[in-house]
């Protein structure tokens, strides 16, 4: 299997898996850098760019595709983002009833729950990363971007330039 | 639908940062503007692209292009808002790819690990807080997100098996929670 094929295939089963742009985020990571596919450093980059870039902010996926094979590895990204969503379409036409039960409102809260579970745990240690090592300012900055996202009242892109402002200072 | 594309096009690339943003545009475009469908068709969609796998706002794309416009609408509003976004989020990528290893862009990354760590983990703070129930199933809802967290932080467990049991099990126990008399169910 080719490089790209294998890239896409990933790509296009955990963003089929979860829920939301950013839950893709812990099955990714365990996917491609588990797997020393891809870096944290490269994730935390993909992360970012996707919040101060255009359209939704699941594109850090295709920021990653970009680091990991270049241009095909964005256009591979862009592919296997934009498939699994796509099955609502006939979904809703056909199958709306089911959708609105109780049974698939539990599906889609269990899903929720658990991904907001795995995305607490990628959260804490993307803060943590340097494990003992983590700098007093790096766990500000974690417990600040936690607050301002929380609240919603400040853009996304904001946070991600406050805290590589903050890095420049302190993190030399 | 050259116009369909176009607002497609100026969604994707006028909205910075994704999710809020991309949602008031989309409404300003489609329902505002031109006027393709009305509030409440919208606020449906919306409700039904929040039950999508992956990105939601693809969801949304393509349900609102295949009533403009079938097929050819779906395509053309998925594409128009993901292409050329993506098109620069690749740019960027590769600028960035550029000084990634001068001193001063390690120290910039330093800073950003935990900026995105704590977005990351307040936005799971906020799936939890919309998808919980209320009363006493809250217990049951907390216990999976915690569950969900230990497997992951201290096993390095299957993200996709938690993911797929934790939805199994949705379909038996965590069900929508019953109406409560005097207050409206949600």
């Known amino acids: ?172 | 639908m050259r116009e369909l594309v176009r607002a497609w096009i100026a969604i994707g690339t006028q909205s910075v940062g994704g999710g809020t943003s991309t949602l008031l545009l989309i409404r300003r475009y489609i329902v505002e503007r031109h006027g393709w469908l009305s509030h409440r068709e919208f606020t449906e969609m919306w409700a039904l692209s929040q039950l999508s796998p992956g990105i939601h706002l693809v969801a949304l794309a393509g349900m609102i292009g295949q009533r403009i416009a079938g097929w050819r609408g779906v395509i053309a509003s998925v594409a128009g808002m993901m292409v050329p976004a993506a098109f620069v989020t690749a740019a960027m990528t590769a600028a960035y790819g550029l000084i990634a290893n001068e001193p001063l862009a390690r120290a910039a990354l330093s800073g950003m690990a935990p900026a995105t760590g704590g977005m990351t983990l307040a936005l799971a703070l906020i799936m939890a807080r919309d998808a919980r129930r209320h009363g006493p199933a809250v217990i049951v809802d907390a216990l999976v997100v915690i569950i969900a967290f230990a497997i992951l932080t201290f096993a390095s467990g299957s993200s996709v098996l938690v993911i797929a049991v934790a939805a199994l099990l949705g379909a038996f126990a965590l069900r929508r929670e019953r109406p409560e008399s005097g207050r409206a169910e949600e």
């Open chain 1, 1 to 172: 299997m080719t490089h790209e094929l294998a890239l896409f295939l990933v790509l296009l089963k955990d963003s089929a898996l979860a829920l939301g742009g950013l839950g893709s985020l812990p099955l990714i990571r365990q996917d491609l850098v588990a797997t020393g596919i891809a870096t944290d450093a490269q994730v935390v980059q993909a992360l970012a760019i996707g919040r101060l870039s255009t359209g939704p902010n699941g594109l850090w996926i295709v920021s990653l595709g970009y680091q990991i094979g270049g241009w095909s590895g964005a256009a591979i990204a862009v592919l296997a983002t934009s498939l699994p969503p796509l099955v609502m379409v006939p979904a809703t036409a056909a199958g709306r009833r089911f959708l609105l039960t109780p049974a698939f409102a539990g599906i889609v809260r269990g899903a929720t729950l658990a991904t907001a579970g795995l995305l607490a745990s990628t959260g804490t240690s993307l803060i943590a990363q340097g494990g003992v090592t983590t700098a007093w300012w790096q766990l500000a900055i974690g417990a600040v971007a936690i607050a301002l996202t929380y609240q919603g009242r400040i853009h996304p892109g904001v946070v991600v330039v406050g805290g590589a402002l903050i890095g420049m200072l302190l993190g030399r």
